[in-house]
């Protein structure tokens, strides 16, 4: 008896998931399509029937950061709406730069835990990893509507927000890790609220 079309979709989402705690906490290169489908419960045979690649199993798993991340999560859980875009830049500034976002490592936002995976990967990880900055970006160029520098100012915060995760995830220093992201936040949020 064939898996009805909903089975296919929940199965897939699994793989994806799998895939993208391992490639956070390993690499691209370090995993192996059997780990991947190991941890999702899986066979090999059955990758084959949702990816035609690892290199597409990686653009799915960078793209599926968008539904997953803290934030939307975050945002899907509120009691209420938030409908200030300003309240929500400073929300997803505040949470990026988290330490519970930082100790989190299944979590971790492809931007700042796989950028040079995704620049030896394929066109189709990249295109995944360009969607999730134009995002982040345009949370930010909401808020900064009607300033004359808005697209300059959200480059900058996204730019603050990753670097700040990126060297903060790489110190073993507590002090200068908690410091790194410290200051990406303060400076993030002065672009946020001067003109």
Do not use: W
Request: aromatic share 6%; proline share 4%; hydrophobic share 40%.
């Amino acid at each position: 008896m064939p898996y009805s079309p909903e089975h296919k979709v929940q199965t897939r989402a699994r793989v994806v998931e799998s895939a993208r705690r391992l490639f956070n906490r390993h690499g691209f290169e370090q995993v192996t399509i059997d780990q991947v489908m190991a941890s999702a419960g899986l066979t090999r045979g059955a990758f084959y029937h949702h990816f035609d690649s690892k290199d597409e199993l990686y653009a799915a798993a960078v793209a599926s950061f968008t539904s997953c991340n803290p934030f939307a999560v975050k945002t899907a859980q509120s009691a209420e709406t938030i409908d200030d875009p300003n309240q929500m830049a400073q929300m997803l500034i505040d949470l990026y730069l988290s330490d519970e976002v930082l100790e989190n490592i299944d979590m971790h936002c492809p931007l700042y835990a796989l950028p040079s995976d995704v620049a030896r990967a394929g066109l189709e990880p990249q295109q995944a990893y360009t969607d999730l900055i134009r995002g982040m970006r345009h949370i930010y160029r909401v808020a900064l509507n009607g300033m004359r520098d808005a697209d300059r100012r959200a480059d900058a915060m996204v730019s603050l927000c990753v670097g700040g995760m990126v060297l903060a995830r790489t110190t073993n220093d507590p002090e200068l890790r908690t410091s790194l992201r410290a200051s990406a936040r303060h400076q993030a949020l002065a672009l946020l609220k001067t003109e």
